[in-house]
T-cell receptor
Framework: GENVEQHPSTLSVQEGDSAVIKCTYSDSASNYFPWYKQELGKRPQLIIDIRSNVGEKKDQRIAVTLNKTAKHFSLHITETQPEDSAVYFCAARNTLGRGSTLGRLYFGRGTQLTVWP | DVKVTQSSRYLVKRTGEKVFLECVQDMDHENMFWYRQDPGLGLRLIYFSYDVKMKEKGDIPEGYSVSREKKERFSLILESASTNQTSMYLC????WGGGNTIYFGEGSWLTVV
């Protein structure tokens, strides 16, 4: 099956700095890569996603890049703010999979981001 | 708006007790999942179901079972709770095939003493 690795496990930045979280995946059939933000005590929420036919996607201060050849994708947060502090998860999925594996997301272990004011 | 509801947010159970965690979704989704979340280990898949009465083992099924008698409801069962099952449990659902967004419940915090 798929194996998603995420680094770093913890990340501390000063408010206004940029933060980068990196993930690698093993299954070249994976074609959908979402990122989730989980604030303390709350459920994970989708913040941005990218498909394998796109190299980069941006939404205000958040961007995701994908390198299919190297099988890695990254989350970039610019001008960080204290409210960006949370655990971030990357994930990978094969949306063209068949049978019982269809629909399954494989998650990284998460990155605890702390933004200091 | 899709809603995934976990009936119990906080539970305290004794070792050896049978524990039921219930999850209901209101969007007619085919796929439903149970994850366990522990610090530093991320979201680990326990079981998933892609149809009524169908179930598949995830990565850590030992000590757990599931039931899906109706499409909207997916139950996680701990036959004999142990202290190492103290954790946060997340239910989730997605539609079959084309849906790329996974909808999570609020989570159930289980403490086994």
């Amino acid at each position: 099956g798929e194996n998603v690795e995420q680094h770093p496990s913890t990340l501390s930045v000063q408010e206004g700095d940029s933060a980068v979280i990196k993930c690698t995946y093993s299954d070249s059939a994976s074609n959908y890569f979402p990122w989730y933000k989980q604030e303390l005590g709350k459920r994970p929420q989708l913040i941005i996603d990218i498909r394998s036919n796109v190299g980069e996607k941006k939404d205000q201060r958040i961007a995701v890049t994908l390198n299919k050849t190297a099988k890695h994708f990254s989350l970039h947060i610019t001008e960080t703010q204290p409210e960006d502090s949370a655990v971030y998860f990357c994930a990978a999925r094969n949306t063209l999979g068949r049978g019982s594996t269809l629909g399954r997301l494989y998650f990284g272990r998460g990155t605890q981001l702390t933004v200091w004011p | 708006d899709v809603k995934v509801t976990q009936s119990s947010r906080y539970l305290v159970k004794r070792t050896g007790e049978k524990v039921f965690l219930e999850c209901v979704q209101d969007m007619d989704h085919e796929n439903m999942f149970w994850y366990r979340q522990d610090p530093g280990l991320g979201l680990r898949l326990i079981y998933f179901s892609y149809d009524v009465k169908m179930k598949e083992k995830g990565d850590i099924p030992e000590g757990y079972s599931v039931s899906r008698e109706k499409k909207e409801r997916f139950s996680l069962i701990l036959e004999s709770a142990s202290t190492n099952q103290t954790s946060m449990y997340l239910c989730a659902s997605t539609p079959w095939g084309g849906g790329n967004t996974i909808y999570f419940g609020e989570g159930s915090w289980l403490t086994v003493v």
